[in-house]
T-cell receptor, first 112, second 114 residues
Framework: DTEVTQTPKHLVMGMTNKKSLKCEQHMGHRAMYWYKQKAKKPPELMFVYSYEKLSINESVPSRFSPECPNSSLLNLHLHALQPEDSALYLC???????????FGEGSWLTVV | GENVEQHPSTLSVQEGDSAVIKCTYSDSASNYFPWYKQELGKRPQLIIDIRSNVGEKKDQRIAVTLNKTAKHFSLHITETQPEDSAVYFCAASIQDTGRRALTFGSGTRLQVQP
């Protein structure tokens, strides 16, 4: 089973709202990722958690706040976003950092 | 860090023809090279990968070749079918060290004309 589950699938939020994206995997993977993907572009790495510790933060603005409550869960807290943050947000996991990553179906975020 | 360049950005072939997509990488320490296929509105899905101790790998109509000396790797799709139409991304990483995550190429939009 190579399933990474993301919720919600679609989210529309205002610039003053606070919302969260959630991700779950039960494959025993110890690395989890958040990627952002704009239309016609490759996935762009935002954060990596390895063994529940933040391993990589690709200079992401503080309006995006990741959280890894346990080895199976990964959240992305959103606050005071801008319209240009509208994108597909992909969660992914891998056995360990640098190995094959498996993507979730993504959360389509629209900031209005 | 790693830099992965991918060519061409778009590729149109007739059904039944072969398609080749090429990538180069900059970090000689990279040792893992997966390829992902992304259909419109869907997630990227792994289709094949290769590790640096292997020069070629095949899976039915798909093959990947790796030239470590030249630091490039290629995806070959034979007997293309309309369902092969998608965006393909190459990627590179250093496996199992925790030093970095996958670095993706810019993508190739493949269109297979029936």
């Amino acid at each position: 089973d190579t399933e990474v589950t993301q919720t919600p699938k679609h989210l529309v939020m205002g610039m003053t709202n606070k919302k969260s994206l959630k991700c779950e995997q039960h494959m025993g993977h110890r690395a989890m990722y958040w990627y952002k993907q704009k239309a016609k572009k490759p996935p762009e790495l935002m954060f990596v958690y390895s063994y529940e510790k933040l391993s990589i933060n690709e200079s992401v603005p503080s309006r995006f706040s990741p959280e890894c409550p346990n080895s199976s869960l990964l959240n992305l807290h959103l606050h005071a976003l801008q319209p240009e943050d509208s994108a597909l947000y992909l969660c992914a996991s891998s056995l360990s950092q640098g190995n094959t990553i498996y993507f979730g179906e993504g959360s389509w975020l629209t900031v209005v | 860090g790693e830099n992965v360049e991918q060519h061409p950005s778009t590729l149109s072939v007739q059904e039944g023809d072969s398609a080749v997509i090429k990538c180069t990488y900059s970090d000689s320490a990279s040792n893992y090279f997966p390829w992902y296929k992304q259909e419109l509105g869907k997630r990227p899905q792994l289709i094949i990968d290769i590790r640096s101790n292997v020069g070629e790998k095949k899976d039915q109509r798909i093959a990947v070749t790796l030239n470590k000396t030249a630091k490039h790797f290629s995806l070959h799709i034979t007997e293309t079918q309309p369902e092969d139409s998608a965006v393909y991304f190459c990627a590179a990483s250093i496996q199992d060290t925790g030093r970095r995550a996958l670095t993706f190429g810019s993508g190739t939009r493949l269109q297979v004309q029936p």
